[in-house]
Nanobody, 123 residues
């Protein structure tokens, strides 16, 4: 299973970005997916996760009300729509997938990872 993340960039505080993660797996609906962020010198942390059907989601407190995770299983793509970006959102964003339809919080629960896309928010 291969994941390809895209959509990162350099933006100003208050701007929006939409990240995309394309997945090679044809049975993608059987996989939960997630976005994680890793800031310099910090551990990788969950931003948002979504179950295989797309009906269940979970957000980190820092993402609630600003970020939206969604997926289209026919397109084998997961998106992270980010609004009202803040400098503390800066980091490398990774998409991940796990061989279960149930979402999970820990990065250790995920089996497959994309290469990461850099998001930098200037103040």
């Amino acid at each position: 299973v291969q994941l390809q993340a895209s959509g990162g960039g350099l933006v100003q505080a208050g701007d929006s970005l939409r990240l995309a993660c394309e997945v090679s797996e044809r049975t993608f609906s059987r996989f939960a997916a997630a976005w994680f962020r890793q800031a310099p010198g910090k551990e990788r942390e969950l931003v948002a996760t979504i179950g295989g059907s797309g009906s269940r989601t979970y957000y980190a407190d820092s993402a609630k009300g600003r970020f939206t995770i969604s997926r289209d299983n026919a397109k084998r793509t997961v998106w992270l729509q980010m609004t009202n970006l803040k400098p503390e959102d800066t980091g490398v964003f990774y998409c991940a997938a796990r061989t279960s339809m149930q979402w999970a919080i820990s990065p250790f629960e995920y089996d497959y990872w994309g290469q990461g896309t850099q998001v930098t928010v200037s103040s």
